[in-house]
C-alpha cells in the first residue's frame, strides 16, 4: 500500500518560517520524481515546487528566493523549507509522487496559515 504522509504545517506569523516533510512508502521512492503543492479556499491546486529523481529543481514564481524543496533517498522523503512566509501562502500544501502518468501518489495534505 502505498502512503505519502505530510507533517510540518501549522500556524505562523508574517515573516516566519516552515518546514514541510512528506515522508513515503510502498514505492520505491528514488525513482519516483516529487514536488509540492498547495490549494487555497476556492483556488486550484497549484504546482508549488518540484524535484526530479536526479535533484533537479523547479519552483513557481510565488515561492522563487523563498522556498526549497529537497530529498533525502535514504529517508524516503522530500521536504520544502519555506521562509519569508506571506498571507497569500496560506492553504492546504500536498506533496506527490509520480513515475509517469500511470503511477501518481498524492498526500493527505497539511494546513498552513499564516497569519497576519
Known amino acids: 500500500q502505498v502512503q505519502l504522509v505530510e507533517s510540518g504545517g501549522g500556524l505562523v506569523q508574517v515573516g516566519e518560517s516552515l518546514r514541510l516533510s512528506c515522508a513515503a512508502s510502498?514505492?520505491?521512492?528514488?525513482?519516483?520524481?516529487t514536488g509540492w503543492y498547495r490549494q487555497a479556499p476556492g483556488k486550484q491546486r497549484e504546482m508549488v515546487a518540484q524535484i526530479t529523481r536526479a535533484g533537479t529543481t523547479g519552483y513557481a514564481d510565488s515561492g522563487k528566493g523563498r522556498f526549497t524543496i529537497s530529498r533525502d533517498n535514504g529517508k524516503n522523503t522530500v521536504y520544502l523549507q519555506m521562509n519569508s512566509l506571506k498571507p497569500e501562502d496560506t492553504a492546504v500544501y500536498y506533496c506527490?509522487?509520480?513515475?509517469?502518468?500511470?503511477?501518481?501518489?498524492w498526500g493527505q495534505g497539511t494546513q498552513v496559515t499564516v497569519s497576519s
Open positions: 510502498g514505492i520505491l521512492f528514488s525513482i519516483y520524481d
Open positions: 506527490k509522487a509520480e513515475l509517469g502518468a500511470l503511477s501518481v501518489y
